[in-house]
């Protein structure tokens, strides 16, 4: 997965008194692969107090025109894109992208998520 540099939208406050975030995640319609991502969403969120991912889904020409557009233009689109490594490299010099936090990559990779749910 790849972050956006894009803001986050805000929500409501939780219970430690700080603003709810809700993060949108936009990926190709592969029904294991989405519902992968629903368990592992499912688990973050509850990990994570006041912090909601809302997964999008989209036919994949669809799902790869919209990203291009998001990323090469810096306007709109999600904050976080399922995007293959190879392909996450024609983006980087529009600088719409991030690099994961070290914390959830070390997080990553000392429970070895499934490889279709992790960055590689």
Known sequence: MVFSAAGCSGGGE?????DDVTLTMWTHINEPWNAAYKDAIKEFESENEGV??????????????????????????????????GWALDFTPYGTLMELPEEMAEKSERRKLRADIRST
């Open 52 to 85: 909601r991912i809302k997964l999008e889904t989209f036919p994949y020409d669809e799902f790869e025109s919209k990203v291009q557009t998001a990323l090469i233009d810096g306007e709109g689109g999600a904050d976080i894109y399922e995007l293959w490594g």
């Open 14 to 18: 939780n219970k430690a008194g700080k």
